[in-house]
């Protein structure tokens, strides 16, 4: 989970970065460009968060869907290797993951460590009272909270020039943006993005003292002092340097740029189609394993609940109360279910017990309430729901394995793992409708669905006595052999 949202993280924020250098990185509209950085920055961690109500109701009957076991297609030695590669995912790749990320944070931590207290032994220069601390034998000069560093071998001329200038740092709060950015480099310390955003503001706050401070002089002396700026002194990441020898040229050039067009300024609504199209893809890209972990848990409780309060002489009427209430959050999970809610724990039970539900559109029924599931042919004999269900499984495993051709790794230049997964019905007349496959080549989700639409006919799911479409959804991982 962590692992995805990293990921979108990091997608979304080069999204965002792109956008900048492509549209707004040359503009002079420099308070609009620190804007930016720091929303966009902020915003990316907030997105993968967010979903459009609208788009989740419109696909969130996959979550309603049963899901099949996963069919492994190759041979048993494929198989095998599939099988002991998930274990050892889970017990020998997450932990050292977990370790990795922690070790990073610790490195992180030390480094900023050392800052601070380089920093802080600056401190001890500082005079009660003053804000301007003087640094003995040295050509410092930065801004950090509200004080301003400067050394004592400055001379007077350039010494006037860069207060104003280091002033200008200090009104605008620009440390606290590159402290934020600090604390971002500790927590996600493998993300790159994440130090070219820093970098990017750095720059945009020169360019705004710059734009202050020319105000107090000529641009010809303000160059000059630029150019005559002495290079020794040390960069700190989380301090407005004066003299940084790798921007003095960007912030003579952006000096001397003509001022943007105010229509230049049509380029910043671009970012809400940007924003809007990233709430489109995570409201309607779910991981299918949590859709399909929801709807498992809501089938157990349901079970679980209809089974206690069936034995309502064995609970007291405490506990009942609390398990009627406890059926109405998961009721309220399962879109499907009819949500007719009482006060009298009677007609609740009830409710519960006889498993009343309204069909969706297209008649569809969850498989956490229907009463009778559709059945495979061979499998007429067996009683239970379950019985049935695992039979099902059993008997397309072997359909598929048996059908599908996997000679399409050759033919396809494919390696490695390959998973796709098969979403279908089985409609009212027990044949399969409304199929849909997603996979890494259009060509295997071809394959996939030309197989699953050679199933037999089945005998169709009941609800209430009467045939009923059930909604299934299948994983199919393929390796290709090496």
């Not at 002079?28 to 967010?50: D, G, Q």
């Not at 050039?253 to 609504?269: R, W």
């Not at 009819?338 to 008649?363: F, I």
């Not at 890494?440 to 071809?446: E, R, V």
Request: include cysteine; proline fraction near 4%.
């Amino acid at each position: 989970m962590m692992v995805t949202y990293s990921i979108q993280v990091i997608c979304f924020q080069a999204i965002f970065m792109a956008a900048y250098y492509l549209l707004l990185r040359k503009e002079t509209f420099f308070t609009y460009n620190r804007i930016y950085l720091l929303v966009t920055l902020c915003i990316s961690f907030v997105v993968p968060f967010l979903k459009i109500p609208f788009l989740q109701t419109s696909t969130s009957a996959i979550s309603l869907r049963t899901l099949l076991p996963e069919i492994i297609i190759g041979t048993p030695e494929v198989a095998n290797d599939i099988s002991k590669a998930g274990v050892e995912t889970t017990q020998a790749f997450d932990i050292p993951l977990l370790l990795i990320y922690i070790t990073g944070i610790i490195i992180s931590l030390i480094i900023l460590s050392i800052k601070i207290y380089k920093i802080s032994k600056l401190y001890t220069y500082r005079k009660k009272g003053e804000k301007v601390v003087e640094i003995p034998n040295s050509n410092v000069a930065f801004a950090l909270f509200n004080h301003i560093f400067i050394g004592a071998n400055i001379d007077a001329l350039s010494r006037k020039q860069i207060l104003n200038h280091e002033h200008i740092h200090l009104k605008q709060k620009h440390t606290w943006d590159l402290v934020l950015l600090e604390i971002l480099r500790v927590v996600m310390w493998f993300n790159p993005l994440v130090y070219i955003f820093q970098n990017q503001l750095s720059v945009i706050h020169e360019y705004l003292a710059d734009q202050k401070a020319i105000h107090t002089t000529t641009k010809k002396v303000y160059y000059e002092e630029l150019l005559n700026a002495s290079f020794g002194s040390k960069n700190i990441s989380f301090t407005n340097t004066f003299f940084n020898h790798s921007l003095i040229k960007k912030r003579i050039i952006m000096l001397q740029k003509s001022k943007s067009k105010k229509t230049a300024l049509i380029k910043y609504t671009f970012f809400i189609p940007l924003l809007l199209a990233m709430l489109l893809y995570v409201s309607c890209s779910e991981d299918n394993t949590s859709l399909v972990s929801e709807e498992q848990s809501i089938e157990q409780q349901i079970e679980e609940l209809r089974a206690r309060i069936s034995n309502r002489d064995n609970i007291t009427q405490e506990e009942y109360d609390k398990f009627v209430e406890f059926s109405k959050e998961v009721i309220d999970k399962t879109t499907s279910v009819k949500k007719v809610y009482t006060s009298n724990t009677d007609e609740s039970k009830e409710l519960l017990m006889t498993k009343e539900v309204v069909l969706d559109s297209d008649g569809n029924v969850p498989f956490a309430v229907i009463d009778e599931v559709p059945v495979f042919p061979g499998c007429e004999s067996l009683a239970t729901n379950e019985e049935r269900k695992e039979c099902m499984s059993q008997r397309i495993s072997k359909f598929v394995n048996r059908n599908f051709n996997t000679g399409l790794g050759k033919e396809l230049n494919l390696t490695d793992v390959n998973r796709i997964f098969v979403s279908f019905e089985i409609d009212k007349n027990g044949l399969i409708t409304n199929l849909r496959s997603r996979s890494p080549h259009p060509d295997l989700g071809n394959e996939a669905e030309r197989v699953i639409k050679l199933l037999p006919k089945m005998l169709p799911g009941k609800q209430d006595g009467k045939p009923v479409n059930v909604l299934y959804a299948l994983p199919i991982t393929f390796k290709i052999a090496e």
